[in-house]
């Protein structure tokens, strides 16, 4: 994959975290009943960005999971489901919880639908709230984020690619040209 242009680095991915963090704080009237739940891959780190932003403006250290969205998703058969298949780790119980999915690409919406079917497959919250990093448009679901890092308009041939010190070594946010062996995976996809 050719990388275009960097739309973020390191600090600008901090600062975005940490402006979400408050909005977070400030729409729920504090931390006491959310519990944050990153979307496998890197939604994971982001999601701990946040509950370490929490716990250093609030004081509170607040439950934080992931979900393995695999078994959920619409565009896979059930023997790749199987094969690729991880367990979701949810610290709380969440019926009387807000919980917050936290991922680092928002784009056609059917992640995120695949999130919330994961999240009602281990219970009922009270309100589910979605953070992003970047979204990118182009939804074919009618879904939006609560919290975004940034707005970020791309064309369909372009791939928004999140890296994470914790997953790929660096930090940064980058437009990129896919490949031709990419497009032709996104093409199936």
């Keep these: 994959m050719k990388k ?13 975290m940490a402006r979400i963090t408050h909005e977070i704080i400030e729409r729920n009237q504090g931390v006491e009943h959310i519990c944050l ?49 991880e367990e979701c780790h949810i610290p709380c119980d969440i019926r009387d919880k807000t ?26 919250p009270q309100a589910v709230q979605l953070a992003v990093l970047i979204d990118r448009g182009h939804r074919e679901l009618p ?16 791939l928004v690619s999140v890296l994470l010190d914790e997953v790929d070594g660096e930090s940064g946010v980058y437009i990129c040209d896919p490949s031709e062996d990419e497009k032709i995976k996104g093409e199936r996809t």
């Excluded at 275009?4 to 975005?16: G, N």
């Excluded at 509950?51 to 565009?75: C, S």
């Excluded at 936290?102 to 009602?120: K, N, P, Q, S, W």
Aim: net charge neutral; proline share 4%.
């Design 37 to 85: 739940l990153g979307i496998k891959r890197r939604g994971v780190p982001l999601s701990a960005m946040l509950a370490e932003n929490i716990k250093r403006f609030e004081g509170v250290e607040v439950p934080r999971g992931y979900l393995d969205i695999t078994l959920h998703r619409d565009d896979m058969t059930e023997q790749e489901k199987q094969h690729a298949a």
């Design 99 to 124: 919980v917050i999915l936290v991922d680092d690409v928002m784009y056609t919406g059917r992640t995120t639908r695949a999130a919330l079917e994961a999240v009602f497959a281990h219970g009922r």
């Design 4 to 16: 275009k242009a960097q739309i973020m680095d390191l600090t600008a991915i901090s600062r975005a």
């Design 143 to 158: 879904i939006r984020p609560d919290y975004v890092g940034k707005n970020v308009p791309t064309a369909h041939s372009e």
